[in-house]
C-alpha cells in the first residue's frame, strides 16, 4: 500500500534563509506523481510543485523546489529565502498512476513552518 | 465564483443528526473527492468518484455516505453525527492530466 511519511511536525527557519521539509513516500506502483501543498491558517489548500517519477530533473516553482531522490524514495521541498508569508502548514501527497490517470491523493500528516523575523 | 464551492463554510450541529456537506465545481472534472483533516493526521481520503456512475469508498468511509448528483456536484452526507467526526473537511476535483483543485473547506463541529 502506499504511504507518505512527514517526519517533522514543527519547524523553525528564519526570516531569508532557507528551509528543507522532509517527506518520504513508499509505493509498489513504478508511475506516481509527487505534490507539496501549504495551507495557511484560513484553510485553504495551496498547490506548490509537483514531480512526476519519471521526471528527470528536479521541479522548480519560484522559490520552491523538490529534492527529488527516488532510490531513496524521498521528496523533499526546499523553499529558498523564507518569509513570514511563508508560515503554514505544508503538505506532501502522492498519486499512484500515469500523470493522465488522475487518481486518489495520499497526504502525509504535515509539517507546521514557522519563519522568525 | 471559486472554481470548487463548499456549503457551509462552518457548521455546528448535534450528536445523532443527519448533516449534508455539499460540493459543486465549475472546473469540469469527472473526478471529485472528500477528504477530512484532522490535527496530527493531514488529509484522509472519505469517498471519490471518477464518474456519475463510479463511487468509490476511500480510506475512512464508515458513518458516511455520498451521492454525486450530476458531473458538478458531489454531497457528503453524515447520517447520524457523532463528536469524532468534527474536523476540517475538503471537497476536490481532479481531471487528466492530474491536477488538483480544493475547495475552501467546511469545518464541521459535532456537539
Known amino acids: 500500500a502506499q504511504k507518505i511519511t512527514q517526519t517533522q511536525p514543527g519547524m523553525f527557519v528564519q526570516e531569508k534563509e532557507a528551509v528543507t521539509l522532509d517527506c518520504t513516500y513508499d509505493t509498489s506502483d513504478p508511475s506516481y506523481g509527487l505534490f507539496w501543498y501549504k495551507q495557511p491558517s484560513s484553510g485553504e489548500m495551496i498547490f506548490l510543485i509537483y514531480q512526476g517519477s519519471y521526471d528527470q530533473q528536479n521541479a522548480t516553482e519560484g522559490r520552491y523546489s523538490l529534492n527529488f531522490q527516488k532510490a531513496r524514495k524521498s521528496a523533499n521541498l526546499v523553499i529558498s529565502a523564507s518569509q513570514l508569508g511563508d508560515s503554514a502548514m505544508y503538505f506532501c501527497a502522492m498519486r499512484e498512476g500515469l500523470l493522465n490517470q488522475g487518481g486518489k491523493l495520499i497526504f502525509g500528516q504535515g509539517t507546521e513552518l514557522s519563519v522568525k523575523p | 465564483d471559486a472554481d470548487v464551492t463548499q456549503t457551509p463554510r462552518n457548521r455546528i450541529t448535534k450528536t445523532g443528526k443527519r448533516i449534508m456537506l455539499e460540493c459543486s465545481q465549475t472546473k469540469g472534472h469527472d473526478r471529485m473527492y472528500w477528504y477530512r483533516q484532522d490535527p496530527g493526521l493531514g488529509l484522509r481520503l472519505i469517498y471519490y468518484?471518477?464518474?456519475?456512475?463510479?463511487?468509490n469508498k476511500g480510506e475512512i468511509s464508515d458513518g458516511y455516505s455520498v451521492s454525486r448528483q450530476a458531473q458538478a456536484k458531489f454531497s457528503l452526507s453524515l447520517e447520524s453525527a457523532i463528536p469524532n467526526q468534527t474536523a476540517l473537511y475538503f471537497c476536490?476535483?481532479?481531471?487528466?492530466?492530474?491536477?488538483?483543485?480544493f475547495g475552501s473547506g467546511t469545518r464541521l463541529t459535532v456537539v
Open positions: 476536490a476535483t481532479s481531471a487528466a492530466p492530474g491536477s488538483y483543485t
Open positions: 468518484s471518477f464518474d456519475v456512475k463510479d463511487i
